[in-house]
T-cell receptor, first 111, second 112 residues
Framework: EAGVTQSPRYAVLQEGQAVSFWCDPISGHDTLYWYQQPRDQGPQLLVYFRDEAVIDNSQLPSDRFSAVRPKGTNSTLKIQSAKQGDTATYLC?????????FGPGTRLTVL | QQKVQQSPESLIVPEGGMASLNCTSSDRNVDYFWWYRQHSGKSPKMLMSIFSNGEKEEGRFTVHLNKASLHTSLHIRDSQPSDSALYLCAAIASSGSWQLIFGSGTQLTVMP
């Protein structure tokens, strides 16, 4: 069974640039999560979907971050104008039930 | 204020030794706990879950849960260098939104 896939694996930006992250969840998983994990910290939930609906995006900085899952399968997380404080690994996870399976993450560095 | 607190922040044990990691939730609605392991540069992988009071053992790993105090602990016996990783505790309130709330983790180093 294929796991959660993410791309790109790494991104390096200057402040003010935009970037998009893509996630393909495990087939059949209805719930998809985006987490931000700063270095040496635990993952912090940004947004999650059940099918195509946003269930909770209260932790998503809405002025610069957006996330979509239009067909209830793949998802894209976008940062419009990156800041140095956005430097972190962005993890996508999916689930069907309680256990979440994580992708390899995208390591973002904002200079 | 973080709802899931882990201690210690870092832990060094000798190969073959016992590692003990702690996790407490301040949210009285929490009733499920997970332990994840994250090797450097890799994604978190679920290690064990516990939902009921008591103890659960899988190989060298044992998890305890005290639901009254919302405290869980993970014990690794006969620690190996390959156990060196960030150990993350996560909690869910089944009466809420089913979101996993992660602690900041314990960085375990097993010295050969």
């Amino acid at each position: 069974e294929a796991g959660v896939t993410q791309s790109p694996r790494y991104a390096v930006l200057q402040e003010g640039q935009a970037v998009s992250f893509w996630c393909d969840p495990i087939s059949g998983h209805d719930t998809l999560y985006w987490y931000q994990q700063p270095r040496d910290q635990g993952p912090q939930l940004l947004v999650y979907f059940r099918d195509e609906a946003v269930i909770d995006n209260s932790q998503l900085p809405s002025d610069r971050f957006s996330a979509v899952r239009p067909k209830g399968t793949n998802s894209t997380l976008k940062i419009q104008s990156a800041k140095q404080g956005d430097t972190a690994t962005y993890l996508c996870a999916s689930s069907f039930g309680t256990e979440q399976f994580f992708g390899p993450g995208t390591r973002l560095t904002v200079l | 204020q973080q709802k899931v607190q882990q201690s210690p922040e870092s832990l060094i044990v000798p190969e073959g030794g016992m590692a003990s990691l702690n996790c407490t939730s301040s949210d009285r609605n929490v009733d499920y706990f997970w332990w994840y392991r994250q090797h450097s540069g890799k994604s978190p992988k679920m290690l064990m879950s516990i939902f009921s009071n008591g103890e659960k053992e899988e190989g060298r790993f044992t998890v305890h849960l005290n639901k009254a105090s919302l405290h869980t602990s993970l014990h690794i016996r006969d620690s190996q260098p390959s156990d060196s990783a960030l150990y993350l505790c996560a909690a869910i309130a089944s009466s809420g939104s089913w979101q996993l709330i992660f602690g900041s983790g314990t960085q375990l180093t097993v010295m050969p």
